[in-house]
Every structure is written in structure tokens, then in C-alpha cells.
């Protein structure tokens, strides 16, 4: 007959089912909450991220790139003198193989804007720029503390401190607000490398603000003469396709279609597993069936009974261990047992005759028959206990 499927397994797949469905359409309809990584990242179309900087970039026709490497390698294959590096808002702690790697590569004529705690990445000592992790913390703005080319057309920037201050070096410019709380300009060698305290000048939500899109025209320069490489190493989009995917849904998808695959192995293995009955206590004991079986006997006073049940028991045990035919007559039986396991023969041929004589006996006395089934064991006890040691 087909098996039929239990009605409690069809319960926990459609459950499960369900529940797969129900998490799926919420990681795709929910947003997932924002994150360090993607303030000011290129890929991030939310309000901190700037993917409007990266297309507004590339429709006025900048040469713009993505680098998803570190400093010390990406700036030592750039070329200095046709790039601006940019490292806005990094999330991840620069090395000190990164901080000479750039302060190369602007030596040697590249231009290096950093945002936040991207301040540290041209200091050699500590980490100058530190997060900042207030609850008062508000957008600000920073009027232009000197006239250059870097502050044509913007008066003013509105920022939100991403870090307290910037030490540039031996000797730095203050563009944006004051003792260098705002903007600095850091000549190194031919090249310069601009801080900003906080990158809203290029994030979604506010490069279309007076004065934003602007100042950041003003630090690339025109079109064609420099190519633009943003940083998204340092958001933690490093290469590797657990990279492309760790802020995607596709991992609390593959979550609970695993879920899923350990349920339906669960049911499968219920229904295909082997068939295990369960065990039954005994409700009495083990001296509770002799006690038992020895009264009937007495009832029924048949003694000779459990002589002749003991006798059959301690003859096969012999012929059994002796290799010897079932049929092997008393007197071979007894003097095989005494050549190979010691016994004396003349009290094993007494001891299978008497206890032929007592099994065929009606009404056999109780205490004879005792003895004998005590005589019968101790000989039992004697071969088991010798072929244990043979063995």
C-alpha cells in the first residue's frame, strides 16, 4: 500500500513555507537600516549616500572610477599628476602603509580629497580625527575663511562634523571655518590634499544645496584633465562577491531557504525512518515471574517438571560446547566433559542419570528436586566458566 502523508507534516511545510515568503517580501520592502558604510559611498542611493555626485560627475563629463582596494596599492598604480583621489567618510581604520602610500602619491602632484576621519589617512602620528558621537550633533555651517580658487562662488557649506579636528602637517590652510574645524588645504610636494569635516556637501540629501556642487567642481578642476578615483575600499566594498552582496537581501533569502531544506529533511526523516516501537515497561519485576512460575509448578506439583527442563538446558549446553551430536548418549557426553573441562565423569554420568530418573518421576518430592536443579546449574556454571577461560 502507498504510503500516506501525515497530516503534522503537511502542517510544518506549509508553515515554514509561509514564514519563508513572509521574511523574504519584508527584506525586500523593508529598508535596512543606515550604516557607517554607506555614508558617502558611490554605490548608495540613500540620503547619506552620493551616488548623485558619481552620475552628476560623469554627465558633465569627468572620467570617474571606482576603487575597491586599498590606499597603499590603488595609489601606488594611479598616476599622481592626472588623478584626485577621493576617500570620503571611510568606515574602516587606515594602516601606516597607507598614510606614506598617499602622502606619495600628493607629493608627487595628485590631489587627495578626504572627508571625516578621512583626515587621518595623510597624518603619520594617531588618529587626529575622531568620530564624533554626540546627540547635539546638528548640520553647521562654515563661511569661506579665505579667497582661492578652491572658495570661488561658495561663501559658505553647510556640514555635519564627522570629526573634531585635522592636523594637515607643518602647514596648512583653513578654508572653511576656523582653526581648522571646517576645511583645510595641506600642500605636500606638487600636489595638495583637502580635508572637509564631513562630506554633506556630496551626499543625496544635500549636494543640491547653493554653493555644494561647486566647491566640488572647484577641487577636481575641469573635465578631461583629471580622473576622478573614488574610494570604496574603505566603505567595505572590498573585492570579493561577499562584498556585492553582504547589504543586499540575498543573505536573509539563502537564511531561510536553509531553514526551509532542514524542516523538509526533518518531515522527510519521519516519514522514511525506520519504524522504532516504543519500549514498554514491565510492570513487574523479574523475581516476580519466578516467584510466579515456581508456584504453579508447586500447584500443580510438578516437580518432575523443572527437572526435566534444567536436565535439557545443561545437556545441550554440553553437546553445544563439546561438539558432539544431540543425540550423544549420557556416559559419552560425561566422559567427554571430563576430559576437557576437568569434571569428574563418574558424578556427570550420576547426575544425567538421577536427573532422567527424577524428570519421569510423578510426584517427585520438592526437596530432592531442588537438589538436583542446584547440581544441574553447578555444572552449567563450571563449563561456562571453563570455555570463558578457553577462549
Do not use: C
Not at 94 to 113: I, K, M, N, T, Y
Not at 152 to 177: D, H, N
Not at 232 to 248: A, K, L, N, P
Amino acid at each position: 500500500m502507498p504510503r500516506t502523508i501525515r497530516t503534522g507534516d503537511v502542517g510544518i511545510l506549509i508553515a515554514a513555507a509561509a514564514a519563508m515568503v513572509v521574511f523574504m517580501t519584508a527584506s525586500f520592502l523593508l529598508e535596512p537600516p543606515a550604516n557607517d558604510r554607506a555614508r558617502a559611498s558611490s554605490y548608495s542611493n540613500t540620503a547619506d549616500g552620493a551616488k548623485a555626485a558619481w552620475l552628476l560627475l560623469e554627465r558633465l563629463g569627468y572620467r570617474v572610477e571606482r576603487s575597491s582596494e586599498p590606499a597603499v596599492v590603488a595609489a601606488g598604480r594611479l598616476d599622481p599628476a592626472r588623478t584626485v583621489y577621493i576617500i570620503a567618510s571611510p568606515a574602516l581604520k587606515r594602516s601606516a602603509q597607507d598614510v606614506r602610500a598617499l602622502r606619495r602619491f600628493v607629493e608627487a602632484g595628485g590631489v587627495l580629497l578626504t572627508t571625516g576621519k578621512g583626515g587621518d589617512f595623510v597624518q603619520e602620528k594617531g588618529d587626529a580625527a575622531m568620530a564624533l558621537k554626540l546627540p547635539d550633533q546638528k548640520l553647521q555651517t562654515y563661511p569661506a575663511a579665505i579667497v582661492s580658487p578652491l572658495t570661488r562662488g561658495v561663501a559658505s557649506v553647510q556640514m555635519l562634523p564627522e570629526a573634531y579636528v585635522f592636523s594637515g602637517g607643518t602647514w596648512s590652510l583653513t578654508l572653511y571655518g576656523e582653526a581648522s574645524t571646517g576645511a583645510t588645504l595641506t600642500p605636500l610636494g606638487t600636489g595638495r590634499a583637502i580635508w572637509l569635516i564631513g562630506s554633506s556637501p556630496f551626499l543625496n540629501d544635500a549636494i543640491a544645496k547653493p554653493g555644494h556642487v561647486d566647491l566640488l567642481l572647484n577641487i577636481l578642476g575641469p573635465p578631461g584633465v583629471r580622473t576622478v578615483v573614488w574610494d570604496e575600499y574603505y566603505h567595505g566594498y572590498g573585492r570579493g562577491f561577499g562584498s556585492f552582496v553582504r547589504d543586499t537581501p540575498l543573505p536573509a533569502a539563502f537564511g531561510h531557504l536553509a531553514l526551509l531544506a532542514v524542516l523538509a529533511l526533518f518531515t522527510f526523516s519521519r516519514r522514511r525512518g525506520p519504524i522504532v516501537a516504543a519500549p514498554v515497561d514491565s510492570r513487574a519485576s523479574a523475581m516476580e515471574f519466578v516467584d510466579a512460575v515456581g508456584g504453579l509448578y508447586r500447584k500443580a506439583r510438578a516437580a518432575s517438571g523443572a527437572v526435566e527442563i534444567v536436565r535439557g538446558r545443561v545437556r545441550r549446553l554440553l553437546v553445544t560446547h563439546l561438539h558432539l551430536p544431540s543425540g550423544t548418549p549420557d556416559d559419552v557426553v560425561a566422559r567427554a566433559a571430563a576430559a576437557r573441562y576437568g569434571l569428574d565423569e563418574e558424578d556427570v554420568r550420576t547426575l544425567l542419570a538421577e536427573s532422567a530418573t527424577a524428570a519421569e518421576t510423578a510426584n517427585l518430592p520438592g526437596p530432592k528436586a531442588l537438589a538436583i536443579v542446584q547440581r544441574l546449574q553447578a555444572t552449567a556454571a563450571r563449563v561456562l566458566n571453563a570455555s570463558a577461560r578457553a577462549d
